[in-house]
């Protein structure tokens, strides 16, 4: 259960943090952030990524195996980046509709997946 918990932990954590690093380019985009001095830029997306502090704290706490959870720290971490990655790809192509997909992500998709394969290999 500790280990579902930490994956949908860390998934709401990519969301928050993906729309901290990239959804002031969408306000800017959409003129609402226009003409925001860049302080307040970043102060806009310090308090998203407070947030997701709040939830990727617990989220490494619960699933790390030293915490009675099921992941070792490098497991961890290969899951965050994954998720990631796959949290991005879907925010980006939801707000940013000229995004496209190419050969090249699929391929490092691939690689990701593998490395999702090395790291859980005993």
Known sequence: MNGLWTILLLIVSNVLMTLAWYGHLKLQQIGVSTHWPLIAVILFSWCIAFFEYCVMIPANRIGFIGNGGPFTLMQL??????????????IANMLFQGQQLH????????????????????
């Open 77 to 90: 971490k290969i899951i965050q980046e994954v998720l990631s990655l796959t949290v991005f790809c879907i």
């Open 103 to 122: 050969w090249n992500h699929l391929a490092a998709a691939v690689c990701l997946i593998l490395a999702v394969y090395f790291v859980f290999m005993e």
